[in-house]
């Protein structure tokens, strides 16, 4: 049972929920934008309304996997493979030859499940530091700075800490290009394109 789960959690982390959307308003956003499928371009792409679905889908993917393990009464170290194959498998789908999203809202679904607290102080961190800087990516990478830290001081070392530690370098990581753009003034702000528009 516990593999079963284990692997569907993985598949279901799998399902491009931003490509199919964007799809069905007639643009790959694999194609324009960044280039990601997660909610931050399909938004720029197709509109805060879909970016908001896919922002809700691509949590849902992290939650809804430890939430049926934990329903099903399976251990604290399979709830969390769990919801590490989910993430995972946004990261890295089957579907797209192992070429996917940064893996932030679904971050989001399995801390809402681990600890709401730790997620609101991250949620808080995220907008301060997105309104200050202007970028979408300073307040992802801040936020998943933090969320291990949060989850030490509050479970000490343990299997949600090590997940925690997980998803937090696997975040960074899928944040590379972001980082150098950044570092080389070429990051994209919403505050220019705001001022722009008006």
């Given at each position: 049972?516990?593999?079963?789960?284990?692997?569907?959690?993985?598949?279901?982390?799998?399902?491009?929920?931003?490509?199919?959307?964007?799809?069905?308003?007639?643009?790959?956003?694999?194609k324009d934008g960044s280039g990601n499928i997660g909610a931050t371009n399909v938004s720029r792409l197709v509109g805060k309304k879909v970016g908001a679905a896919t922002l809700l889908l691509d949590a849902g993917k992290g939650l809804l996997p430890m939430v049926a393990a934990g329903s099903l009464g399976l251990s604290q170290n399979s709830i969390?493979?769990?919801?590490?194959?989910?993430?995972?498998?946004?990261?890295?789908?089957?579907?797209?030859?192992?070429?996917?999203?940064?893996?932030?809202?679904?971050?989001?679904?399995?801390?809402?499940?681990?600890?709401?607290?730790?997620?609101?102080?991250?949620?808080?961190?995220?907008?301060?530091?997105?309104?200050?800087?202007?970028?979408?990516?300073?307040?992802?990478?801040?936020?998943?700075?933090?969320?291990?830290?949060?989850?030490?001081?509050?479970?000490?070392?343990?299997?949600c800490f090590y997940l925690a530690l997980f998803v937090s370098l696997l975040i960074w990581h899928k944040h590379r290009s972001n980082i150098i753009r950044l570092l080389n003034g070429e990051e994209k702000s919403w505050k220019k394109k705001k001022e722009t528009v008006s």
């Open positions: 049972m516990d593999y079963f789960l284990i692997i569907l959690s993985y598949l279901i982390g799998s399902i491009p929920f931003g490509l199919l959307l964007g799809k069905l308003a007639g643009i790959d956003v694999r969390m493979l769990c919801g590490a194959a989910a993430f995972a498998g946004h990261l890295f789908p089957l579907y797209l030859k192992f070429r996917g999203g940064k893996g932030v809202a679904t971050a989001l679904g399995i801390f809402l499940y681990l600890s709401p607290l730790a997620l609101l102080v991250c949620v808080v961190a995220f907008f301060a530091a997105v309104f200050l800087s202007g970028f979408v990516s300073v307040g992802s990478l801040l936020a998943a700075a933090i969320i291990p830290v949060l989850i030490f001081l509050q479970q000490g070392v343990g299997s």
